[in-house]
């Protein structure tokens, strides 16, 4: 689902997919993950997921989060 993003997108959706109880809560999650590369772009996307795994963030909001604090990637 997030591969096409970035192996980090990946990664955090299927263990946002895997370890949420009810499947339909971890499917809405990703589809706002996702929805965050139109507004922030697929660069900065990724990097906050490679964030969000290292520090055990799971949720949309806690990416949300991220990529709204960190600074823009620098794409030439």
């Known amino acids: ?21 009810h499947p339909e809560q971890g499917f809405r999650s990703c589809l706002g993950i ?11 996307l990724e990097a906050a997921c490679e964030r969000a795994l290292e520090i055990n963030a799971r949720s949309y909001k806690s990416v949300d989060s991220i990529v709204e604090e960190q600074p823009p990637s620098q794409t030439t």
Do not use: F, N, Q, S
């Not at 689902?1 to 192996?7: A, K, R, V």
């Not at 929805?35 to 660069?43: I, T, V």
């Open 34 to 44: 996702l929805r965050l590369a139109k507004a922030h772009g697929r660069a900065d």
């Open 1 to 21: 689902m997030g591969e096409d993003i970035g192996p980090c997108t990946g990664a955090l959706v299927e263990v946002i997919l895997r370890e949420r109880r």
